[in-house]
């Protein structure tokens, strides 16, 4: 090989300047650190994909490398928390979210330890890397762990206000993210609560309740149908664990129609969360649960994929019109 | 002295050797844990006599002279840490606990009952004395490891012990973290491996072998020993001695022989008592073979 490479050739290590987005998770927890926290990092084998070789960069004797060993980091993160440390320890969703569910379960939730787990690359957006990598169990196993909030951020600068967040909570926390290239939806301005749903817009016919990439397809359905004449809210639920009641209820009372929409199987994720509150509470609106329906993802790249399943901004207007006329 | 060690690097003085009077008084203690697991499995009318009886000796060793700790101050900070993989043997561990002063003793007698804190497994978040939950085999020594690699940014000193059973070895997840403990060279971790020999399905060399223990460990970067466990100023010394080592580069692991249900001769014969209760008229009699043998 002579000469240099084309500008179109890329290489796993170089990721980060290919792709910006990776560049929050680091970006929120150096703030942490430079605003005296005493919080270390981790990952198994993976911090070229979500970005926390910056982090390891700046601050390298807080960084921890496990190896392809999650169920290990996992529960070294929770002996570290026991003597007032905070771990950050991440890895792609379906294995810290699967393969180490039962640790997180017993040594992170029921020991109530201020762990916080990164589950990245979630739901199908490694595309063609297949079933092994995609992830649309998480939330279901994740919220239905007690005392274990579930946090689903939009995009990057939803995810940097939710970790500047976690400082003053001192439970255990999953964050389900994204691959660092999700369409921007906040400015740097964000603002996250855990409890507290960020709600877009507000509609008299229908209202989106989305979390995580789907909330920046659910925002274009809703202009383009109200643009259109109708009257479509959005709602961002990115604390889906506590969930925001209050933000169901009210918009539950305002439109007749509720639409959840999330890169996950429609069994035990959001939509499911959201239908426990409508039921509880006697809501009586009707809702249309959008997501992967029980199956296994097909592979494609991500975008192909989003567009297959309905899940990008025409997909979700689409299902949307026909839940309006139906 | 069944003491045999491999480093070159491991003081050889003697210096760590117990007393005559240490000696006997961890041998009184480590009585005592036994006849509290008769006491406190009576309430619960079923548990793990067998468990405790292998580890009696070393949890004596441990928390009766070894570790450094408080009495009456369950949650100092700078006190050495213990973990357990076997987390069914809890039943010996409590009375310890409870005569430290580390929650009342009463506390003892409502072993099991409803709304009491203690369990056949020991959770952390109700039981002061208890550094980590356990009940998931194979988690212990991650969570030791991770109280060890916290000390970099805690500034803290300290020892973390983790005890763990030998079917244990059996799980994935011990030799993520052997591995793990290897590479980030946790000095102050010291791992004592239970090796009684059996568990639930039977012999573990039977059920799934797991010799050579020693090479395994050894070839994972670990400083290994092995110990009778039962030898109560052997198994002091040595742990005395990996606790005082400042030249060791990375963590150790003792391999301590036992022999599950030591102290009652029917159970060191029949794995079956792995799980299991005895009548009031047969726990007197087994409370007597326990005072008999180390009187």
Request: negative net charge.
């Amino acid at each position: 090989m002579t000469g240099p490479l084309s500008p179109n050739s890329w290489q796993y290590r170089g990721l980060n300047a290919a792709n910006p987005g990776l560049d929050h998770l680091s970006n929120g927890l150096i703030d942490l650190v430079k605003a005296g926290h005493n919080v270390v990092a981790g990952s198994a084998d993976l911090q070229y994909s979500n970005g926390l070789n910056r982090f390891a960069t700046v601050y390298p004797d807080r960084y921890i490398p496990f190896g392809i060993s999650e169920q290990n980091m996992v529960s070294v993160a929770a002996g570290i928390a026991t003597c007032g440390v905070t771990p950050f320890v991440a890895t792609f969703a379906s294995f810290i979210a699967l393969l180490a569910c039962e640790q997180i379960r017993m040594d992170v939730a029921y020991s109530a330890q201020p762990v916080r787990l990164i589950g990245h690359h979630t739901g199908i957006s490694l595309g063609f890397y297949g079933t092994s990598h995609h992830a649309t169990e998480d939330i279901a196993t994740m919220r239905s762990i007690a005392d274990l909030s579930v946090v689903s951020p939009a995009d990057g600068a939803q995810l940097e206000a939710a970790i500047r967040a976690s400082a003053e909570h001192d439970r255990p926390i999953y964050f389900r993210i994204g691959r660092g290239r999700d369409p921007v939806v906040y400015d740097r301005d964000a603002t996250f609560a855990f409890g507290r749903a960020h709600e877009h817009l507000q509609g008299e016919e229908l209202t989106i309740v989305a979390c995580g990439m789907a909330v920046h397809g659910a925002l274009e359905a809703a202009r383009a149908l109200n643009a259109e004449g109708r009257s479509v809210g959005v709602i961002d639920m990115a604390s889906i664990k506590p969930i925001d009641r209050d933000a169901i209820l009210s918009a539950a009372a305002r439109a007749r129609r509720m639409m959840t929409v999330e890169e996950h199987n429609v069994l035990g994720g959001l939509g499911a969360a959201v239908a426990e509150v409508l039921t509880d509470e006697g809501a009586g609106v009707k809702l249309k649960r959008h997501g992967i329906h029980d199956e296994f993802s097909l592979i494609a790249p991500p975008t192909h994929l989003y567009a297959h399943y309905r899940l990008d901004g025409a997909g979700i207007r689409s299902v949307a019109r026909e839940f309006l006329m139906s | 002295m069944a003491l045999t060690t491999d480093t070159a690097s491991a003081p050889k003085s003697n210096s760590f050797a117990p007393s005559e009077e240490t000696v006997a008084m961890l041998k009184e203690r480590a009585r005592f844990i036994r006849l509290e697991t008769i006491r406190l499995i009576e309430i619960a009318k079923t548990g793990h006599y067998t468990s405790v009886f292998s580890a009696a000796e070393i949890f004596s060793a441990l928390y009766y002279d070894v570790m450094r700790l408080r009495r009456g101050e369950p949650g100092w900070s700078s006190r050495d840490r213990f973990t357990i993989g076997k987390g069914h043997a809890a039943v010996g561990l409590f009375p310890i606990y409870a005569d430290l002063g580390f929650f009342p003793k009463e506390w003892l007698d409502g072993y099991t009952r409803l709304g009491s804190p203690l369990g056949d497994h020991p959770d952390m978040r109700k039981v002061p004395g208890v550094d980590f939950s356990s009940g998931s085999i194979g988690h212990a020594l991650s969570n030791g490891l991770g109280m060890v690699l916290a000390q970099r940014w805690t500034g803290e000193d300290y020892k973390v012990f983790c005890m763990m059973g030998d079917g244990e070895m059996q799980e994935g997840q011990v030799w993520e973290a052997a591995l793990c403990a290897a590479r980030h060279g946790a000095r102050n971790l010291i791992a004592i491996v239970d090796r009684n020999g059996y568990q639930l399905d039977g012999r573990v060399d039977d059920v799934m072998n797991i010799e050579p223990l020693d090479e395994k460990w050894r070839a994972f970067g670990w400083e290994v020993h092995t110990v009778d466990g039962h030898d109560v100023a052997a198994t002091t010394e040595l742990l005395r001695r990996v606790r005082a080592d400042d030249d060791r580069q990375g963590p150790c692991c003792i391999i301590a022989r036992t022999v599950k249900g030591k102290g009652v001769s029917y159970m060191e014969t029949e794995p079956g008592w792995h799980l299991g209760y005895l009548d009031p008229s047969d726990a007197e009699a087994a409370i007597a073979e326990i005072n008999a043998r180390e009187a």
